[in-house]
T-cell receptor, first 113, second 115 residues
Framework: ETGVTQTPRHLVMGMTNKKSLKCEQH?????MYWYKQSAKKPLELMFV???????ENNSVPSRFSPECPNSSHLFLHLHTLQPEDSALYLC????????????FGNGTRLTVT | AQSVTQLDSQVPVFEEAPVELRCNYS??????LFWYVQYPNQGLQLLLK??????LVKGINGFEAEFNKSQTSFHLRKPSVHISDTAEYFC?????????????FGKGTKLSVKP
């Protein structure tokens, strides 16, 4: 059983919808991450919250908006997405500055129609 | 800037055969190296990591990797694979600081083990 739980597992949304992805970690880690996994591309880091502070990533479109209310929860708010945003979105956590590995959730498979 | 190249996108192999998954990196400073595995419909999990010390690193499920600084490589090996090893394998590199937010991943190698 993974210590990082993501919901929902699958999401289909239209381009005008607003939805949110949720991630919860039960490992006591102090950093959480959102990654985008698309076919035939390297894993793309979207956002990092380290010690409850957000690390900016200017290459992510503003239609993706993260929220980290505490060290155990992470959200990714989605609005007016494009079909090319369809991908597997992975949440991960780690203990920052200790070389501990990333612990991943099982991901949310997002399809934008 | 650092980068990671996994030379093979797909590797088919028969059960009980040996396998090597190749990984090369590019970096101008000391690096820390990782292999992650992703089973179908799951997230990634750590197989093994090299931080310092012995260049031969042993991981879970019988996998090992060897860090070769002169060739800037960190190839993953297993002497005898099982059907259950069918998965996608990702090499990753960090230039340090202990922050996993600095990890750069390769594009992955899909290992397919056939009976």
């Amino acid at each position: 059983e993974t210590g990082v739980t993501q919901t929902p597992r699958h999401l289909v949304m239209g381009m005008t919808n607003k939805k949110s992805l949720k991630c919860e970690q039960h490992l006591g880690h102090n950093a959480m991450y959102w990654y985008k996994q698309s076919a035939k591309k390297p894993l793309e880091l979207m956002f990092v919250y380290s010690l409850e502070e957000r690390v900016e990533n200017n290459s992510v479109p503003s239609r993706f908006s993260p929220e980290c209310p505490n060290s155990s929860h992470l959200f990714l708010h989605l609005h007016t997405l494009q079909p090319e945003d369809s991908a597997l979105y992975l949440c991960a956590s780690s203990q920052e500055y200790s070389f501990s590995p990333l612990h991943f959730g099982n991901g949310t498979r997002l399809t934008v129609t | 800037a650092q980068s990671v190249t996994q030379l093979d996108s797909q590797v088919p192999v028969f059960e009980e055969a040996p396998v090597e998954l190749r990984c090369n990196y590019s970096s101008s400073v000391s690096v820390y190296l990782f292999w992650y595995v992703q089973y179908p419909n799951q997230g990634l999990q750590l197989l093994l990591k090299y931080l310092s010390g012995s260049t031969l690193v042993k991981g879970i499920n019988g996998f090992e990797a060897e860090f070769n600084k002169s060739q800037t490589s960190f190839h993953l090996r297993k002497p005898s694979v099982h059907i259950s090893d069918t998965a996608e394998y990702f090499c990753a590199v960090s230039e340090g600081g202990g922050s996993q937010g600095n990890l750069i991943f390769g594009k992955g190698t899909k290992l397919s083990v056939k009976p």
